[in-house]
């Protein structure tokens, strides 16, 4: 599902994550570690908002360098603390980003009421407490048709309600729609009730199988 060779992320000339070769197949992966293991470094990497240096691939087809607009097509992520320009309303970033998803209106409509953001549907971000935009972010990763959802410390200020529906989809789409999904959490991964294809420990840098 994605492949992952001499992977290298620096900041300013310092190196922070080294990843000479991951390869992960279709499921759900956990990757845990402490702050600043390089959990969300990894994540933005593979999400595509960060530069660096190696390859990474998706279903054997899609290079991120190479193949840039299919390749963020296919692959989405809602981060740990999200934020929005304030004078946007849930309506408009939904609009926005449905659009260059290619995601249909009944969809966006569907995860809107499965997450309870359309209770806030004409609300500038601005207002929002931490929930309501975790929420709307959450909406956000599942638009379109992806192939690969990161998903970074999905139950941080989320409702337990609410995340048992957003669960229960992901289980949906994971038999489905054999959608993949990557995880962290500083919580009990256990409390999401999915089933986990293996577990990843991300640490000083460099990312290994838990064992």
């Known amino acids: 599902m994605l492949a992952v060779s001499n992977l290298t ?14 390869t992960l197949t279709p499921g759900i992966h956990y990757f845990r ?34 193949d840039p607009v299919a390749y963020r097509m296919r692959v989405n992520y809602a981060e740990a ?10 309506r408009d970033l939904a609009g926005f980003v449905g659009k260059a998803k290619q995601a249909p209106t009944q969809q966006v409509n569907r995860l809107a009421e499965l997450l309870g953001v359309d209770k806030f549907w004409t ?12 929420k709307l972010s959450l909406l956000l990763a599942l638009l379109g048709n992806p192939r690969l959802v990161l998903l970074d410390e999905p ?5 337990v309600a609410t995340g048992a ?29 999915l089933s986990i294809t293996r577990v990843w420990q991300v640490g ?6 838990a064992t």
């Open 9 to 22: 992320k620096a900041y300013n000339g310092r190196t922070v994550l080294t990843v000479p070769a991951l």
């Open 33 to 66: 570690g402490g702050n600043g293991s390089g959990k969300t470094t990894f994540f933005r990497t593979v999400a595509g908002l960060l530069p660096f240096s190696g390859t990474i691939i998706l279903d054997n087809q899609y290079e991120i360098s190479k």
């Open 81 to 90: 603390e999200p934020l929005y320009p304030d004078f946007l309303t849930a």
């Open 123 to 134: 609300q500038t971000t601005g207002t929002f407490s931490s929930g309501m935009l975790k």
């Open 155 to 159: 139950l941080t200020t989320l409702d």
């Open 165 to 193: 529906k957003l669960f229960d989809y992901i289980r949906q789409l994971t038999t489905d729609q054999s959608v993949s999904f990557l995880l962290t959490s500083h919580q009990d991964v256990s409390l999401t009730g």
């Open 204 to 209: 000083d840098g460099v990312i290994l199988p």
